[in-house]
């Protein structure tokens, strides 16, 4: 079989290279079709996406814009005088790494200091439920034995 013959042979009356190329225009047909579909999809997706984002943008602006008028120094003075707040002493000032300093200095809360005697906490029920310790209950130290 040469290849003469192939370009000659017919089937039901059209050549063989006559159906072959049928074919495959009918192939590139439907995929043309079918890429020009999808990149229609996209292309909506695409431009919905861009919306969102130009949405998004006008949503931030509106945010600053109202972050800047809520930081507004007369604003907040404004408000700290409404409530009768005053101005922190630098005497109350402290760092992140002094605060626990701050804490552990800090005098005890005594009945007369203040206005009202604090709740007793669920800790400070069991400890005056348990029994006293004694000496029995912790080892003696080292030097001690």
Not at 30 to 36: D, E, I, P
Not at 124 to 145: F, I, M, N, V
């Amino acid at each position: 079989m040469s290849l003469s013959s192939l370009f000659d042979r017919r089937v039901r009356g059209f050549r063989v290279v006559e159906l072959v190329c049928l074919s495959l225009l009918l192939a590139l047909v439907l995929g043309v079709y079918m890429a020009k579909t999808f990149a229609g999809r996209e292309r909506a997706q695409i431009a919905d996406v861009e919306r969102q984002i130009e949405d998004e943008k006008i949503r931030v602006r509106l945010l600053k814009a109202e972050v800047a008028y809520l930081e507004q120094p007369r604003r907040i003075e404004q408000l700290a005088a409404g409530l009768h707040l005053t101005p922190i002493k630098p005497d109350h000032e402290t760092t992140e790494d002094a605060l626990i300093d701050v804490a552990r200095h800090r005098a005890p809360v005594t009945a007369s200091t203040s206005a009202a005697a604090p709740a007793p906490s669920a800790t400070d029920a069991a400890s005056a439920e348990a029994p006293d310790a004694t000496a029995d209950d912790y080892p003696a130290p080292e030097g001690q034995r």
